[in-house]
């Protein structure tokens, strides 16, 4: 995986927990930043760190819109797009460390 590639991501406290959807250019840094703590505010707050869905994308455009589209989206079908491919909602990081 390429470090510094655009990423759309989904973080949850626990399987259909409290959900966070962000987007970021360097997906490892900024899921490590979530998981220990470094970012202040929600995913800290509500202890939102297990990362359930990601999506590589070409363009910081492209990321940006899509997170913007999944955030519009009902809980449901935010659901629907993690269980659709993660469907015992493991947590990913060790995917995008490798």
């Not at 490590?32 to 505010?41: A, D, F, L, P």
């Not at 492209?62 to 491919?85: D, F, V, Y």
């Amino acid at each position: 995986m390429r470090t510094k590639q655009p990423a759309v991501y989904i973080l949850a406290s626990k399987r259909n927990g409290t959900l966070y959807v962000g987007v970021t250019s360097n997906l490892p840094k900024r899921i490590w930043e979530h998981r220990n703590n470094v970012v202040r505010g929600f995913t800290n707050r509500y202890h939102v760190h297990r990362l359930v869905h990601f999506e590589m994308c070409e363009w910081m455009e492209g990321a940006i819109a899509r997170e913007k589209q999944i955030k519009n989206w009902p809980r449901k079908r935010k659901l629907q797009l993690i269980e659709s491919l993660n469907p015992r909602w493991l947590d990913l990081w060790e995917e995008i460390i490798c």
